[in-house]
DNA sequence: ACTTATTTGTTCGTATGTATG
DNA sequence: TCATACATACGAACAAATAAG
């Protein structure tokens, strides 16, 4: 029986086709509800295992977001597929370990360095101040012996956030996510250095105020400077031990 | 309560984090076979739908892959997730069409300007050589009225390829794939102005045998200008039809 | 606090399609 | 052609989460 149709493709396939086109014409945004399960098994002509299979590998794009006992809504069409595949190809290293927070770092440094005159010409007093105030913030919480990773998140969402782009926020945001999770598992500690780090935002906000490009340039290339020596360091304990 | 919403505590979840787990424990490659379905579900104590969603998932990653009548294997670790995601957010089109195709744009000349020195340090005789020979192949096309996409996307591959760094590579040629699906459903015609398409892809190439940085920025920096012309014509003709 | 209705989560049984030998 | 192993698909029943009365 259900063989019928087209013969080549997959019922989930179909089924899970269908639900976006349904999303696309019905012109439904973030967080509105779709039919349920047994709606969409009547609409489709499909069991509701292969509606199911299908809804799931659209969850996993975050195109469909399922909540248990509620319903099924249109999902925030993040990045979280493309951290969830960064992650695991870092967690699986089959070559080098360390080749993937390089990849990382070099696509961070790449995002910023290339906007730095959008974001010298975007960024207005407010940016400028609370750009400023993390970094005072990154202090204080160093000098109490506190963790500065949020903060320093923070600061680099708010260099690239204010410029649009959301596909350069996120994008920036989930390598900086992926890194956070594969670097640990690799003893690549982040935990040195930090008061160069520190330096480091204070030298970027200032040449984002002083509206200098080519300060800006060198003090993002400066501020991942460390970074990439801790990675060296570790691979360099990793070859020998 | 036994977790927060959106907590482990589903059963597909757990599933898919063992077979992650299993992959990574088991050091598998690309290709290399999973236990069957009906295994997992003996090792993992779970049912066959339980497991099937849980692969679905990781399907939808390109973390496994499966191949009907055939087995389940370990995937290519592709971005083919975030082909679909992008692809998907581009056709839904909240706010503004074009915003998308912007985005994409400043992506790619993003990476391949600030990518620029190390493209000039990195590519040798033969990089450059071929390089060369796809301009002309792109003239002999355009002689022929011939399509040029596909050269033209070989080409901008070569530029990145080389050094080594496949998060950039395949995020340029996931903004590639994207930008092909979505602007044509925009009628952004990219058949305009292929004169001009060819030339600045000479000067890029130029500017990489010279070994010249700045003259390198220039010339990507003037090829993607006509793209961006485009865009900005065809949101013109939008807003007043 | 309790019940009821709705919706998704999980399991099992069975039959079919696909690829290999 | 047949046999085997595997994924695909359907359907029914029950469990768990959520919301509303």
Chains 1, 2 share one sequence.
Not at 135 to 153: F, K, P, S, T, Y
């Amino acid at each position: 029986m259900p063989a019928a149709s087209g013969g080549r493709s997959l019922r989930r396939h179909e089924v899970a086709e269908r639900i976006k086109r349904y999303i696309i014409d019905e012109r439904l945004r973030p967080g509105d509800p779709l039919p349920t399960e047994l709606e969409l098994c009547e609409a489709l002509g499909a069991s509701r295992s292969s509606v199911r299979e299908a809804v799931k590998t659209l969850d996993a794009l975050d195109i469909v977001e399922v909540r248990h006992g509620h319903g099924t809504y249109v999902g925030r069409l993040s990045m979280s597929a493309l951290v969830e595949g960064l992650t695991f190809r870092g967690l699986l290293s089959p070559e080098d370990d360390f080749k993937v927070l390089e990849e990382l770092l070099d696509v961070r440094e790449l995002m910023e360095r290339g906007m730095g005159p959008r974001i010298i010409d975007t960024l207005h007093a407010d940016h400028l101040s609370a750009l400023e105030a993390l970094v005072d913030q990154m202090e204080e919480r160093l000098g109490r012996g506190e963790d500065i990773v949020a903060v320093d998140r923070s600061f680099h969402a708010l260099l690239l956030d204010p410029l649009g782009n959301d596909l350069v926020s996120q994008f920036s945001s989930a390598c900086w996510e992926v890194y956070g999770v594969v670097a640990p598992h690799l003893q690549v500690s982040s935990k040195q250095d930090e008061a160069d780090t520190v330096a480091a935002h204070r030298d970027i906000a200032a040449a984002v105020r002083a509206a200098d490009p080519a300060a800006f340039d060198r003090a993002v290339q400066a501020h991942y400077r460390p970074a990439r020596r801790r990675i060296a360091a570790a691979r360099a304990r990793g070859a020998q031990g």
